[in-house]
């Protein structure tokens, strides 16, 4: 990857700061001159009335609701805020969603499908409002956002979003004259969406709780949690904490197999941050209808514009990482006079099985424990909504959008031609992936700074080797359900193509579900080859 020399001088203006790290050996452009507070070293020895569980948009935002009622809070992370995918967004605030208010009139109703578009609307207005109310500087910008179609069958699903998006109260409207990069056949335009600096943002929102006497606590993995009448208590090695209710926004639920694991798809989602030629930046938010669609927006960071550009998506541990890199630089290259590559990143994301998120209480957990996950690739409005949603549960016991977003609900027909399919698919991993391993002889056949699933000396491992031919071996079987991980070349991590949890090269824990790291069988040293 060629790196700009500009995004290199923003890297090292940023060194003294402490800098905020994400779950992947790429770097992504928020990441750059960015301060984070150092938070509490360990939670205090007192009984607080809500744990949030994980330090995204969606569970800072859910605290900072509920310490605003006078609630006392605290957030545990397993490493630190916007660590996980808030770190890799491409931060579009959008009045529409990947699931499309006609696939939501098709399969829960027409008035489910106004009380989405709603919920939508509602989570816009709250992220403008927290950044009005507690002065975030995010670069928070109102942008219209463009879709268009560049073939018959596209234009089709283009009408069907338009017209149900209006059916749903919507603004929106068709735009002959849109800002496509390529020639289209019909576009629409959305009024009033936005984007700004997810990082930013969520550590203003941080700043806000901590200053109204919230705590947040990194490095804590919560490892189980005993409930005991009223109290629940949430234990990480020899660190505790207590606490009357307990909500995990951790993207998907972690620990032992739930039924949201079955209901979610974990998929990855590649991004570039470009300089372009001519100023030929686009000033909107951009997508086309292909599938995986592709996104644009553009960014200014430190007085330097970027091109941010997305797609090319694919489950997590099924595709080529490297290759999607190559496919969408190659695509953008298509579309605008692209000078630079600055950097590239990918991030995770959750598919639900019938298109709507999972948010409310926790099927199988004890009362008072709550949790959200399966916002597509809408995560920023969507981790927003799980917020308003959160909070309303906790504090009144009750919200306007539970039995629509309900973990627990049953619909026959929503999403089960979904649900059997990605469910057959883990269990074609589970058995397949065990199955045509390589065999070596050698440490020296796997490349430098590069990692393989391989049968050696008789066993099937993982063996990861630095630059320098020290190497790691792994057991490449998933701490979480069994199915064996693949390596990602290009985040530099074990991925389980099952149920979506990433693993260093080192085989520690990235991301849940899984909540053990991978089994180290041996390390050796090894010349370089």
Same mark, same amino acid.
């Given at each position: 990857?060629n790196?700009?020399?500009?995004?290199?001088?923003?890297?090292?203006?940023?060194a003294?700061t402490?800098?905020?790290e994400?779950?992947?050996?790429n770097?992504?452009?928020?990441?750059?001159?960015?301060?984070?507070?150092?938070?509490?070293?360990?939670?205090?020895?007192?009984?607080?009335?809500?744990?949030?569980?994980?330090?995204?948009?969606?569970?800072l935002?859910?605290a900072?609701?509920?310490?605003k009622e006078?609630?006392?809070?605290? *957030?545990a992370?397993?490493?630190?805020?916007?660590?996980g995918?808030?770190?890799?967004t491409?931060?579009?605030?959008n009045?529409f969603?990947d699931?499309?208010?006609?696939?939501?009139?098709?399969?829960?109703?027409?008035?489910?499908?106004?009380?989405f578009a709603?919920?939508?609307?509602?989570?816009?207005?709250?992220?403008?409002?927290?950044?009005?109310?507690?002065?975030?500087?995010?670069?928070?910008?109102?942008?219209?956002a463009?879709?268009?179609?560049?073939t018959?069958?596209?234009?089709?699903?283009?009408?069907?979003?338009?017209?149900?998006?209006?059916?749903?109260?919507?603004?929106a409207?068709?735009?002959?004259?849109?800002?496509?990069?390529?020639?289209?056949q019909?576009a629409?335009?959305?009024?009033?969406?936005?984007?700004?600096?997810?990082?930013?943002?969520?550590?203003?929102?941080?700043?806000?709780?901590?200053e109204?006497?919230g705590v947040v606590?990194?490095?804590m993995?919560?490892d189980?949690?005993?409930s005991?009448?009223?109290?629940?208590?949430?234990?990480s090695?020899?660190?505790?904490?207590?606490?009357?209710?307990?909500?995990?926004?951790?993207?998907?639920?972690?620990?032992?197999?739930?039924?949201?694991?079955?209901?979610?798809?974990?998929?990855?989602s590649?991004?570039?941050?470009?300089?372009?030629?001519?100023?030929?930046?686009?000033?909107?938010?951009?997508y086309?209808?292909q599938?995986?669609?592709?996104?644009?927006?553009?960014h200014?960071i430190?007085?330097?514009?970027?091109?941010?550009?997305g797609?090319?998506?694919?489950?997590?541990?099924?595709?080529?990482?490297?290759?999607?890199?190559?496919?969408?630089?190659?695509?953008?290259?298509?579309?605008?006079?692209?000078?630079e590559i600055?950097?590239?990143?990918?991030?995770?994301?959750?598919?639900p099985?019938?298109?709507?998120?999972?948010?409310g209480?926790?099927?199988?957990?004890?009362?008072?424990?709550?949790a959200?996950?399966?916002?597509?690739?809408?995560g920023?409005?969507?981790?927003?909504?799980?917020?308003? *949603?959160?909070?309303?549960?906790?504090?009144?016991?009750?919200?306007?959008?539970?039995?629509?977003?309900?973990p627990?609900?049953?619909?026959?027909?929503?999403g089960f031609?979904?649900?059997v399919?990605?469910?057959?698919?883990?269990?074609?991993?589970?058995?397949?992936?065990?199955?045509?391993?390589?065999?070596?002889?050698?440490?020296?056949?796997?490349?430098?700074d590069?990692?393989?699933?391989?049968?050696?000396?008789?066993?099937?491992?993982?063996?990861?080797?630095?630059?320098?031919?020290?190497?790691?071996?792994?057991?490449?079987?998933?701490?979480?359900?069994g199915?064996i991980?693949?390596w990602?070349?290009?985040?530099?991590?074990?991925d389980c193509?099952?149920?979506?949890?990433?693993?260093s090269?080192?085989?520690?824990?990235?991301?849940?579900?899984?909540?053990?790291?991978?089994e180290?069988?041996?390390?050796?040293?090894?010349a370089?080859?």
């Amino acid at each position: 990857m060629n790196t700009s020399s500009n995004f290199n001088n923003i890297q090292k203006a940023g060194a003294a700061t402490k800098r905020v790290e994400r779950d992947g050996a790429n770097n992504s452009l928020w990441q750059a001159n960015v301060a984070a507070e150092s938070p509490e070293a360990a939670p205090p020895p007192q009984v607080f009335d809500t744990l949030v569980v994980g330090a995204g948009i969606t569970g800072l935002t859910t605290a900072l609701l509920l310490q605003k009622e006078g609630r006392k809070c605290i *957030v545990a992370d397993a490493h630190a805020p916007g660590y996980g995918t808030t770190g890799g967004t491409t931060a579009h605030i959008n009045t529409f969603a990947d699931t499309t208010f006609g696939e939501v009139e098709s399969d829960f109703g027409q008035e489910e499908a106004r009380q989405f578009a709603g919920a939508i609307a509602e989570s816009v207005a709250l992220i403008h409002n927290m950044v009005e109310t507690y002065r975030i500087d995010c670069d928070f910008e109102w942008k219209q956002a463009y879709v268009y179609a560049e073939t018959d069958e596209e234009t089709k699903q283009l009408d069907d979003l338009y017209e149900s998006a209006l059916r749903a109260g919507v603004a929106a409207k068709l735009a002959p004259n849109a800002p496509a990069p390529l020639p289209f056949q019909k576009a629409v335009v959305f009024g009033k969406q936005a984007q700004f600096h997810p990082l930013k943002y969520i550590l203003g929102l941080q700043k806000a709780f901590t200053e109204l006497g919230g705590v947040v606590v990194e490095n804590m993995q919560i490892d189980q949690i005993d409930s005991d009448g009223d109290y629940h208590t949430a234990r990480s090695g020899e660190r505790e904490i207590k606490a009357k209710s307990v909500v995990y926004a951790t993207h998907i639920p972690p620990g032992g197999i739930n039924v949201l694991h079955f209901r979610n798809a974990p998929y990855r989602s590649y991004v570039i941050a470009a300089t372009l030629k001519e100023d030929a930046y686009p000033d909107a938010l951009i997508y086309d209808m292909q599938d995986p669609y592709h996104y644009f927006r553009t960014h200014t960071i430190d007085g330097q514009k970027y091109l941010i550009a997305g797609g090319h998506d694919h489950k997590t541990g099924h595709g080529d990482p490297v290759q999607a890199f190559t496919d969408l630089i190659d695509y953008t290259r298509k579309c605008y006079p692209v000078e630079e590559i600055a950097t590239q990143w990918s991030a995770q994301y959750y598919v639900p099985a019938d298109g709507l998120p999972y948010i409310g209480r926790l099927p199988g957990a004890e009362a008072g424990i709550y949790a959200a996950t399966g916002f597509n690739g809408n995560g920023m409005i969507l981790g927003t909504v799980s917020a308003i *949603v959160l909070s309303e549960l906790v504090s009144e016991g009750t919200s306007p959008y539970e039995k629509l977003f309900d973990p627990g609900r049953i619909k026959p027909v929503a999403g089960f031609t979904e649900f059997v399919k990605e469910n057959a698919d883990v269990v074609g991993r589970f058995v397949g992936d065990r199955f045509g391993i390589e065999e070596i002889e050698s440490l020296g056949d796997i490349a430098a700074d590069s990692g393989k699933i391989v049968e050696y000396e008789g066993q099937k491992v993982g063996i990861y080797k630095k630059e320098s031919g020290e190497v790691t071996i792994i057991d490449p079987v998933c701490t979480h359900a069994g199915c064996i991980v693949q390596w990602n070349d290009s985040e530099k991590s074990w991925d389980c193509p099952c149920h979506g949890a990433r693993f260093s090269c080192q085989g520690e824990v990235l991301t849940g579900p899984a909540r053990k790291p991978l089994e180290r069988i041996e390390a050796a040293q090894v010349a370089p080859k």
